[in-house]
């Protein structure tokens, strides 16, 4: 799980790992993915100014290779 933030007037919501997924590289992955993502898009104007926050699960699904 994946937790963003949205604080006053930020330009890029604040990115955190909500809740693990027993693999830090699987973790990490993910961090990366959605910062890189916030990054690339503004803040909705319903947003700007606003202290909220968002819980985005994040799967991954495919094939595991060993």
């Known amino acids: 799980m994946i937790e963003i933030q949205f604080i006053g007037n930020a330009n890029v919501p604040a990115v955190s790992l ?3 997924s027993g ?3 699987v973790d990490g992955i993910a961090l990366r993915m959605v910062r890189r993502a916030v990054e690339n898009v503004p803040v909705p104007a319903m947003l700007e100014g606003e202290n909220r926050s968002l819980s ?3 799967v991954f699904e495919g094939e595991q290779q060993r």
């Open 18 to 20: 909500g809740g693990t």
């Open 23 to 25: 693999s830090e590289e």
């Open 56 to 58: 985005l699960p994040v």
